[in-house]
């Protein structure tokens, strides 16, 4: 499996009349030693978490309740990706813009970081992040 471009991956799923058990491996289910894991909650039904891009963060996105989408930009074109399943993660790999919008109401958004929180590699304005990719 390449990993220099956005998928969706399939984690493993234990099913069992109790309750499904979903997990995650560092430089197993996803491409890189998770530095940093956070999550994004209480946001209102319907709002959007506005974009940013990382020069050399790449991410892994599960929806741990609810739904959302995740717009992402490569620097020609976007796509959207709706997170519902707890057992599927989107990989966004560095220098790919991204937002998250269409929240429903309780959702939780984890966001597993390969690297450790470093506020230069953001990348707040699309503009600049189109001039950086090409």
């Known amino acids: ?19 499904n058990l979903s997990f995650i491996e560092s430089e197993g289910h996803v491409p890189f030693k998770v530095k940093r894991v956070y999550w994004i909650y209480d946001v209102p039904g319907g709002m959007c978490r506005y974009g940013h891009a990382f020069r050399e963060q790449d991410e892994f996105i599960v929806a ?5 989408d995740v717009v ?41 970081s390969s690297t450790n929180y470093e506020p230069s590699d953001y990348i707040e304005d699309f503009d600049q992040f ?5």
């Open 72 to 112: 992402l930009h490569d620097g020609e074109k976007a796509t959207r990706h709706h997170m519902s399943r707890s057992y599927y993660g989107l990989y966004v790999p560095r220098m790919t813009w991204r937002e998250i919008d269409n929240f429903s109401t309780n959702s939780v958004v984890m966001v597993l």
């Open 130 to 134: 189109l001039a950086l990719k090409k």
């Open 64 to 68: 741990l309740s609810g739904s959302f």
């Open 1 to 19: 499996m390449a990993f220099n471009k956005p998928q969706i991956i399939e984690l493993p799923k234990v099913c069992d009349p109790r309750g």
